[in-house]
């Protein structure tokens, strides 16, 4: 079976918008940080669901831009991940309190501290790509069920 989802980073030209996985139980991502994103629902295209998203989990509107696919076979029990990698520098609106969150707290963190934050191997991957401004993208990345990286491959486009 197949999951389509989305991967949001948000950048407001000096630092990543990330959200640190720590209120939902039996979460996948638990005690991660992670850009927000989510599966797309029904009917919705990747690109409305980046901003739906975005707007759900930060209360920001936002005009992502698609970076890249990654596909992540297996990534949860029988599914294989198909997700949509977007970068955000067009938002408006304020952040919702930590209160409101119902998946973890919101951080503006600073270029030079993304790769230090405790996240999936694969996504230091995304986030060095977007910081570095990489072609679009298309990669694949395999995890064992102890949640390691065990393979990873990456095509970059030209612009």
Same mark, same amino acid.
């Given at each position: 079976?197949?999951?389509l989802a989305t991967?949001?980073?948000? %950048? @407001?030209?000096?630092?990543?918008?990330?959200?640190?996985?720590?209120? !939902?139980? @039996?979460?996948?991502?638990?005690? !991660?940080?992670?850009?927000?994103?989510?599966?797309?629902?029904?009917?919705?295209?990747?690109?409305?669901?980046?901003?739906?998203?975005?707007?759900?989990?930060?209360?920001?509107?936002?005009?992502?831009v698609l970076k890249?696919?990654?596909?992540?076979?297996?990534?949860?029990? @029988?599914?294989?991940?198909?997700?949509?990698?977007? $970068?955000?520098?067009?938002?408006?609106?304020?952040?919702?309190?930590?209160?409101?969150?119902?998946?973890?707290?919101?951080?503006?963190?600073?270029? %030079?501290?993304?790769?230090?934050?405790?996240?999936?191997e694969g996504d230091?991957?995304?986030?060095?790509?977007?910081?570095?401004?990489?072609?679009?993208?298309?990669? $694949?990345?395999?995890?064992?069920?102890?949640? @390691?990286?065990?393979? !990873?491959?990456?095509?970059?486009?030209? !612009?």
């Amino acid at each position: 079976m197949v999951q389509l989802a989305t991967i949001c980073c948000i %950048d @407001n030209g000096r630092e990543f918008l990330m959200l640190h996985r720590n209120k !939902k139980p @039996n979460d996948v991502h638990a005690g !991660k940080w992670i850009g927000v994103g989510g599966k797309l629902e029904r009917g919705e295209t990747p690109q409305e669901c980046a901003a739906r998203e975005i707007l759900e989990e930060t209360g920001l509107k936002a005009k992502p831009v698609l970076k890249g696919i990654i596909t992540f076979p297996e990534f949860t029990p @029988n599914l294989d991940w198909y997700t949509y990698v977007f $970068k955000v520098t067009g938002f408006e609106g304020e952040l919702i309190s930590d209160e409101e969150s119902r998946e973890g707290t919101l951080e503006w963190v600073p270029y %030079d501290e993304v790769l230090s934050k405790p996240t999936w191997e694969g996504d230091y991957e995304i986030f060095k790509w977007i910081l570095e401004d990489r072609p679009f993208f298309s990669a $694949k990345f395999s995890y064992d069920r102890n949640q @390691n990286l065990v393979d !990873k491959t990456v095509t970059f486009y030209d !612009k």
